[in-house]
């Protein structure tokens, strides 16, 4: 398989940000990732595709996110959007450019924690689009770069109070972890990632823990609001996708190598979960790739 485009952004060491205003009618920019972060406006947009991982959705009139990591692959993508004019704005900046001794301040906490999410790219609430909107509205025409810098901290303030910000891709796929958590759901999560390929029984896991499997299965979703099989099936998903963006495997082979034992029931699944037959997934990111 070849190599999703790696963008290098026209960034140097004595920048700050780099922010650029697009209007375009057509989405035909690859799949694609590179090292600096990255916050993404698009606006009169209904009906793209937004591939962030493996997390692939249809947006409405205006998209927000925001992306912190380092080879997460991206793209906004044609789909169903008819639009003669859509606006983009796209502001990247360097992951050292609030460094860890600013962002361990207090002031900075809830900046920090949105970061640590962003890894696996966070959607903003149609809220906090709002509210930071004539902050990005004007940024690209600033004539002060001091005043843009002022207006991008104002802006990364206000959308880390976003409670209704929502990360996208799954950890599996983006290879990542965010937040801290109870040990004993980070051992038994530890635990899944090394054996998703074999049967996990809820038994097994809540012995691992020293708990009964009905006080662990309650203990499970009250701190990660998720049931422990949909934990596991989206642990799956996440490293099948994976297999179909770097491997040549079969979808076949893959549905085995992560767990799924029955091939119509990997499809069913995936479908559901993703959008995407796990066939279609992979078009969609061999399409989007480039020779570099």
Not at 189 to 201: C, D, G, N, P, V
Not at 237 to 261: K, Q, W
């Given at each position: 398989m070849s190599s999703v485009l790696r963008e290098t952004p026209p960034i140097t060491d004595k920048d700050c940000f780099y922010i650029v205003e697009r209007h375009k009618s057509v989405f035909n920019y690859p799949i694609h990732s590179h090292e600096e972060f990255e916050l993404n406006f698009v606006e009169h947009c209904a009906g793209v595709h937004r591939v962030v991982g493996d997390s692939i959705e249809e947006v409405g009139d205006y998209d927000l996110v925001l992306l912190t990591g380092d080879g997460l692959e991206h793209a906004w993508q044609q789909g169903n959007c008819t639009a003669p004019d859509v606006r983009e704005i796209t502001i990247q900046f360097s992951s050292s450019l609030l460094d860890e001794r600013l962002l361990g301040r207090n002031l900075f906490s809830s900046v920090r924690k949105m970061f640590e999410n962003a890894r696996l790219g966070v959607a903003f609430s149609m809220d906090a689009i709002m509210k930071v909107y004539n902050l990005m509205d004007t940024i690209a025409q600033q004539q002060e770069s001091f005043d843009q810098f002022l207006a991008m901290l104002k802006i990364l303030n206000e959308l880390s109070q976003d409670a209704g910000a929502r990360t996208l891709a799954s950890n599996s796929f983006a290879q990542k972890e965010t937040g801290r958590e109870s040990r004993r759901?980070?051992?038994?999560?530890?635990?899944?990632?090394?054996?998703?390929?074999?049967?996990?029984?809820?038994?097994?896991?809540?012995?691992?823990?020293?708990?009964?499997?009905?006080?662990?299965?309650?203990?499970?979703?009250?701190?990660?609001?998720?049931?422990?099989?949909?934990?596991?099936?989206?642990?799956?998903?996440?490293?099948?996708?994976?297999?179909?963006?770097?491997?040549?495997?079969?979808?076949?082979?893959?549905?085995?190598?992560?767990?799924?034992?029955n091939l119509s029931n990997f499809n069913r699944i995936f479908k559901a979960r993703r959008g995407y037959t796990p066939r279609d997934f992979r078009a969609l990111f061999t399409k989007s790739r480039v020779y570099v």
């Open positions: 759901v980070a051992k038994v999560k530890e635990y899944i990632s090394a054996h998703f390929a074999e049967e996990l029984r809820l038994e097994d896991l809540a012995a691992l823990v020293g708990m009964t499997p009905s006080a662990f299965s309650r203990f499970f979703k009250q701190h990660t609001t998720r049931t422990l099989s949909d934990y596991i099936i989206d642990i799956r998903l996440g490293n099948a996708a994976r297999m179909l963006v770097d491997t040549s495997r079969s979808i076949s082979e893959i549905s085995y190598a992560c767990g799924f034992n």
